[in-house]
């Protein structure tokens, strides 16, 4: 069974930074691909940055450009989303997804939110002004 679990989630001020990491457990898929996505009380979940593990190539969503960056350590099996300048709309749960083998995930965009995935419980950002 694939497992994902989030950590790194706190509170910060405004322009300050989190990395938040995500621990990938039995996930062979080498042909995957996994971003980080994030839900404020609310609003629908939203794609933040996604990562093609075979390319290496990554996409983010227009509001976290230049501000967030997605990287993967296959070493350690964790993604990692490290975010810099945050700001109180970046205040969400923030949860790390998989792709399933033969599903659709739309790596290719950040913004899109596949309807199966492998998902993680979440960890918690708060941005205060």
């Known amino acids: 069974q694939v497992q994902l679990v989030e950590s790194g989630g706190g509170s910060v001020q405004a322009g300050g930074s989190l990395r938040l990491s995500c621990s990938v457990s039995?996930?062979?898929?080498?042909?995957?691909?996994m971003g980080w996505f994030r839900q404020a009380p609310g609003k629908e979940r939203e794609g933040v940055a996604k990562?093609?593990?075979?390319?290496?190539?990554?996409v983010y969503a227009d509001s976290v450009k230049g501000r967030f960056t997605i990287s993967q350590d296959s070493d350690k099996n964790t993604l990692y989303l490290e975010m810099n300048t945050l700001e109180p709309d970046d205040s969400a749960v923030y949860y790390c997804?998989?792709?399933?083998?033969?599903?659709?995930?739309?790596?290719?965009?950040?913004?899109?939110?596949?309807?199966?995935?492998?998902w993680g419980q979440g960890t918690h950002v708060t941005v205060s002004s």
């Open positions: 997804a998989a792709k399933r083998p033969g599903l659709y995930f739309a790596c290719e965009d950040a913004a899109k939110v596949p309807s199966t995935a492998y």
């Open positions: 039995r996930y062979t898929y080498t042909g995957g691909c």
């Open positions: 990562i093609d593990l075979a390319a290496r190539s990554t």
